[in-house]
């Protein structure tokens, strides 16, 4: 059975009572970007990160246009990427103008990257079509400063669609889990790579399941061990849906493990983290089927048992005005509560907007360590 919380406006913030147990806490859904007849979208492609209470997010603006169908952003104009930071754990946001344009081409990295500074911070982007290369630029300063474009190989792949997946494995080592075009050049399939020489060289490690009839792209990984990784599946065959998979030597091979969401609507990428308590923290968005038909959500399951087996679904946010929202990236701040950053719309004639929302996932005994 699914849970849903009413929202309602409080002293000028929008809130609702969300909490996976216990009594709930007023959820909070705080406004990160929102411009008139701008476009703001897809944190899923940019990346988050965070340093207790102080998180940066990452995410696309554009032009707003209504259309027909596709994302309601005008491709003939010009747009580009923006951070925002938070110091006080999602409270309030302030814009930041990042390095990152696509059009400088990208050299080989150098290499001697340390993946394990406490302010290390690391953005995978896509190129411009499925059949292209990719970038990657490092911080290590909470992304004030980077350092990049930097090349990404194709690890012998028609084309490398990347997203922000990694995983700090040493000071020289970090595996970084991406998207690959298939055998016949469509999207998409996930794969393994890592570097052990702090980005100079790059070296594929695993195809992650079968090739699909369809597409298998925009991993989500947290590590349970030093040699056992899960992930999650953005599917889309017709219906749209998150599979797990598990690896047991390290990204090596890897086992389809379950079906945590079963229906994404029109699909949206997820996002896992592990929480403090051992719990795993699953978000996403469902998007209505239809390019007009408002009712898309944000939302969330959770699991005590490492991902053998997931919470009823928990509405984060709902009423959206159409499909063209979700993408979210999450994160656990110091208190415990958790900030679910997406895009979304209230109308499906206005603005897509960056949102954030502040919930509670109550507590809970996690698997033993």
Excluded at 18 to 35: K, L, N, R, S
Excluded at 258 to 280: C, M, Q, S, V, Y
């Amino acid at each position: 059975m699914r849970r849903y919380y009413p929202a309602f406006i409080l002293a000028g913030i929008l809130t609702a009572c969300v909490c996976a147990q216990g009594p709930a806490i007023p959820a909070q859904h705080v406004m990160i970007y929102h411009e008139p007849g701008r476009f703001g979208g897809w944190p899923a492609n940019n990346g988050i990160w965070s340093w207790g209470d102080e998180i940066v997010v990452g995410f696309h603006w554009g032009y707003f246009q209504v259309r027909e169908k596709g994302h309601a952003i005008d491709t003939t104009r010009p747009g580009g990427s923006l951070l925002a930071r938070s110091l006080d754990g999602g409270q309030t946001w302030k814009l930041e103008t990042p390095p990152f344009d696509a059009a400088v081409v990208p050299v080989d990295c150098p290499g001697g990257i340390d993946f394990t500074h406490p302010d290390f911070a690391m953005t995978l982007r896509a190129g411009s079509t499925i059949n292209s290369a990719s970038r990657f630029y490092y911080s290590s300063d909470r992304g004030r400063t980077w350092k990049g474009p930097f090349k990404l190989p194709l690890f012998g792949q028609k084309g490398i669609a990347a997203r922000t997946d990694y995983l700090v494995n040493g000071k020289r080592d970090c595996m970084v889990f991406l998207t690959a075009s298939k055998s016949d050049g469509k999207e998409g399939r996930a794969i393994a790579t890592r570097t052990r020489d702090g980005g100079k060289t790059w070296k594929f490690t695993a195809y992650i399941g079968e090739e699909p009839k369809g597409y298998a792209i925009m991993p989500s990984t947290v590590r349970l061990s030093s040699k056992r990784l899960l992930t999650m599946i953005r599917r889309n065959d017709g219906p749209c849906w998150i599979d797990a998979y598990l690896s047991d030597d390290n990204g090596k091979t890897w086992q389809f493990l379950n079906r945590p969401e079963a229906d994404t609507g029109w699909g949206n990428p997820p996002h896992l983290i592990k929480l403090r308590d051992g719990r795993f923290c699953l978000t996403y968005g469902y998007r209505t089927k239809g390019y007009k038909i408002p009712g898309s959500e944000i939302r969330a399951r959770l699991s005590s048992d490492r991902g053998a087996t997931w919470s009823d679904e928990i509405t984060l946010r709902g009423n959206g005005g159409d499909w063209d929202i979700g993408y979210p990236r999450t994160v656990q701040r110091s208190d415990g509560r958790i900030v679910t950053v997406y895009y979304f719309n209230d109308d499906t004639a206005k603005e897509r907007y960056i949102a954030a929302t502040i919930w509670d996932p109550g507590k809970g005994q996690g698997p033993a360590r």
